[in-house]
């Protein structure tokens, strides 16, 4: 896992985001209009937070389609490059000596601000909005491993 510091490279993976996949941050519980994807994507109801073994079967599904480095973006956060085979736990957080600050890792679970983990291609990704509770799973593998642990991730599909 790495910080993605370059700001040049920061900017053009939101710039992606919010300009390709329309993101628009909001506050308002009934806009469905969040985020698009030209690709298939399915979207799910959060029904709980996380736990530990949750978190750990998303990251096994992405390990086991992607084991590669992906991006995990935390809105208006720290943002990395990670690979989802590392075991990085729940609630993960470090001191940066360099920053003088505390760097907290995402989880897939959104938890007070927009959280997403996209392969470098953009083929594949989990987007998590924070207010609405809701995840989008982007990607035809990613959908159907997710389908499979629906049950276990207590997810509704919307």
């Known amino acids: 896992m790495k910080i993605i510091l370059d700001k040049d490279k920061y900017n053009a993976i939101w710039d992606k985001i919010y300009y390709d996949f329309l993101f628009s941050p909001s506050c308002k519980a009934n806009d469905d209009l969040w985020l698009s994807f030209p690709i298939k994507s399915k979207k799910y109801r959060l029904n709980c937070y996380?736990?530990?073994r949750q978190e750990k079967i998303i990251n096994s599904i992405f390990c086991r389609i992607n084991a590669k480095d992906m991006y995990a973006l935390d809105w208006r956060h720290d943002c990395f490059i990670y690979n989802p085979c590392e075991e990085i736990p729940l609630d993960y957080c470090f001191y940066d000596t360099e920053r003088n600050c505390?760097?907290?890792f995402p989880s897939y679970y959104p938890d007070g601000d927009y959280h997403f983990f996209i392969s470098f291609d953009w083929s594949l990704g989990l987007y998590g909005h924070p207010w609405r509770k809701e995840i989008i799973v982007v990607g035809e593998a990613l959908i159907q491993e997710i389908?499979?642990?629906?049950?276990?991730?207590?997810?509704?599909?919307?």
């Open 102 to 104: 505390n760097v907290y």
């Open 147 to 158: 389908e499979k642990a629906q049950r276990t991730l207590n997810l509704t599909e919307l």
């Open 50 to 52: 996380f736990s530990e």
